[in-house]
């Protein structure tokens, strides 16, 4: 009995055991084995199941456009503005050598700002006058909108238009003097005979009437000759408005002063270019191509006149003449043969514009030599001090780079704007805080073009098939391309290989 006492205890868990053993096999336990090593037994799928899982990609994060690689916006370093806080941009590239900055800024009274400046590399893209038709010689004063002019001078040319913008103030001509492709249109300032800049019969600025030009791969902001004294005295001021632009015709170190049209001058060589015109006897009549304009006439044919003679112009050609037997200029056409070339080339007084190609009148001085133009503050026409006015300037950099200013506000105009402006819409300026940030951007001179309902810039980059409205016209506050203030001249930014 002591026996089966002793051995009762551990013969009664190893039955406990043996049970619990037999329930895990009929009724499974908590317990996984580990995957066994070796080949899967797991069935197939499309996914290698020795590759890791694959991730779904990830979005990349939307990137600020990239500043084109080769230029950079550098503001005029150790200044700091007086009637704006910080600038910040944003660079789109529109073809070679043209660039559009858009300037975003707050003026001191807390307004939003946006200026955009196309700056234009003229070793890459070039800068021509815009017209109705791209019309030059014979212009008749026609208005017509900034892109419409684009248009025209595409068709024209075959090249490509970067950027159109008004440019010369609006009127039933344009205010000052005017060249197009090396054609004289217009030859100086509208003269009303009254230079006190005070009052608007004047229709002349404080500072002298400004121009801008382009010969070649070079630019220029200057008045239509120099000057001494103060610019806001009657008298510079009417020295300035009765200066005159010309031809001239260079014959080695000798200049002949030339002119258009189809009576026969005595002092000046004479282009017949349209319709019928007389050379007088003992004089001479060289026929002249005139396709590839005034600066490169190719001559065709020299005729000796023994008897008075009219000659008729055509397609294509004119006639060079000369009236008096003894003059230099019949001298010079006698020495002329066939396959010669003369060139008509623009002169000024003293020499500022002479060769210049393209010309347009602007109005207020914003930068001088480097400075701001001390006028500015005392510009009284065309709304200089009112705030909020859409802007058009431009502006020559130390580089040589051209920068074309605009600044759209439709917060200036009239019903139509008021009923598409939204408080988001950016704000205009006045000429002070026009001038101090072409000075800040960093140009040396710097001019205003006409403003108000005429600011309408219009873009189109390299690959773009169509332009585009960046600058709405205060008129209509429309981004439709043709929906603007018709103007008599605009300033075109343009590819240098035409088509």
């Known amino acids: 009995m002591k026996h089966l006492k002793k051995h009762f205890k551990p013969l009664f868990c190893l039955l406990i055991a043996v049970v619990m053993l037999f329930a895990c096999a009929f009724t499974g336990c908590d317990h996984q084995e580990e995957p066994p090593v070796g080949p899967s037994t797991q069935q197939p ?41 910080e600038v910040t941009n ?29 700056e234009v590399d003229l070793k890459q893209a070039n800068i021509v006058a815009g017209t109705k038709d791209n019309a030059s010689e014979d212009f008749s004063f026609t208005t017509t909108t900034p892109y419409s002019m684009a248009q025209a001078w595409e068709k024209e040319t075959g090249g490509h238009v970067y950027m159109s913008l008004n440019a010369d103030f609006f009127g039933a001509q344009c205010v000052n003097a005017f060249v197009k492709d090396g054609v004289i249109v217009k030859d100086g300032h509208n003269d009303n005979r009254n230079y006190d800049y005070s009052q608007d019969a004047s229709d002349v600025p404080a500072s002298a009437p400004m121009l801008f030009g382009v010969k070649g791969t070079s630019a220029q902001i200057a008045p239509i000759q120099q000057y001494t004294g103060d610019p806001t005295s009657a008298a ?51 026929k002249v191509d005139l396709s590839k304009g005034l ?5 065709l044919e020299v005729q000796e006149v023994t008897s008075s003679t009219k000659f ?24 002329l043969k066939a396959g010669d070339t003369v060139n008509f080339s623009v002169v000024s007084p003293d020499g500022t514009w002479d060769g210049y190609e393209t010309i347009l009148g602007c109005r207020h001085a ?14 009284y026409s065309n ?14 950099k130390p580089n040589g780079n051209v920068v074309i200013f605009a600044v759209e506000s439709l917060w200036y105009g009239g019903s139509k704007t008021d009923a598409v402006r939204v408080d988001s819409d950016t704000h205009g300026m006045d000429l002070p805080e026009l001038a101090e940030f072409a000075y800040y951007y960093g140009c040396t001179q710097a001019a205003n073009f006409d403003g108000g309902g005429s600011t309408q810039l219009i873009v189109r980059g390299e690959n773009e098939e169509t332009g585009r409205v960046v600058v709405r016209s205060s008129d209509t506050g429309s981004s439709v391309l043709s929906e603007t203030r018709p103007v008599m001249n605009g300033i075109l930014v343009t590819s240098r290989k035409e088509g």
Do not use: C, M, W
């Open 366 to 379: 914003l930068v001088l030599d480097d400075k701001i133009a001390d006028t500015v503050t005392k510009e």
């Open 312 to 335: 008729t112009a055509g397609e294509g050609y004119g006639y060079l003449r000369s009236s008096d037997r003894f003059s230099d200029i019949k001298k010079y056409l006698s020495s």
């Open 295 to 299: 600066s490169n006439l190719n001559v």
């Open 383 to 396: 709304g200089a001090q009112s705030p909020d006015v859409p802007r058009s300037a431009v502006g020559v």
């Open 236 to 286: 510079v001021k009417e020295k300035l408005v009765k200066a005159k632009l010309s031809y001239a015709v260079q014959n080695g170190k000798t200049s002949i002063p030339a002119e258009i049209g189809s009576s026969v001058s005595a002092e000046k060589l004479t282009l017949l270019t349209k319709g019928e015109g007389t050379a007088q006897k003992n004089g001479y009549a060289v």
């Open 45 to 85: 799928t499309d996914k290698d199941p020795e590759k890791e899982p694959e991730k779904e990609p990830e979005k990349e994060p939307e990137k600020e456009p990239e500043t084109p690689a080769g230029f950079s916006v550098a503001y005029r370093s150790g200044y700091t503005p007086l009637k704006f806080g």
């Open 90 to 118: 944003t660079v789109t590239e529109l073809g070679e050598g043209v660039h559009l900055v858009a300037n975003k800024l707050k003026k001191t009274n807390g307004q939003d700002v946006v200026v955009y400046a196309i």
